[in-house]
């Protein structure tokens, strides 16, 4: 059974950072795509970041070219979402997802971010950018 599990999440200050991890169970996270998407208050979820290791192929929105960046530590099976300079319009719960390496695999592009191409998912983190 595939599980995802977000932490990390809370309050942060405008232009600060924040790192939190997806970990996963029942699937090797090194040979699955994994994307994170996030919803913020009265709006549609939407695509941040993806990674597919299997074929070292990462897509990121527009919105955090720049300032996002995905991590991994194969030794704890976890992908971690980097979030600098963190601002306002940020805020949002964040969630991670995984499915075939395939849907952010080389020449996808940022149809790697559609959202019904994952099938399994994490409960979401809240992060809040505030003053």
């Known amino acids: 059974q595939v599980q995802l599990v977000e932490s990390g999440g809370g309050s942060v200050p405008v232009w600060g950072s924040s790192r939190p991890p997806c970990s996963a169970s029942?699937?090797?996270?090194?040979?699955?795509?994994i994307g994170w998407f996030r919803q913020a208050p009265g709006k549609e979820a939407g695509g941040v970041f993806c990674?597919?290791?299997?074929?070292?192929?990462?897509y990121y929105a527009d919105t955090v070219k720049g300032r996002f960046t995905i991590s991994k530590d194969i030794a704890k099976n976890t992908v971690y979402l980097q979030m600098n300079n963190l601002r306002p319009e940020d805020t949002a719960v964040y969630y991670c997802?995984?499915?075939?390496?395939?849907?952010?695999?080389?020449?996808?592009?940022?149809?790697?971010?559609?959202?019904?191409?994952?099938?399994?998912w994490g409960q979401g983190t809240q992060v809040t950018v505030s003053s």
């Open positions: 990674i597919s290791a299997s074929y070292g192929s990462t």
């Open positions: 029942g699937i090797t996270s090194a040979y699955y795509a």
């Open positions: 997802a995984t499915d075939d390496p395939r849907v952010c695999g080389p020449n996808i592009g940022t149809r790697g971010l559609e959202l019904y191409k994952y099938d399994h």
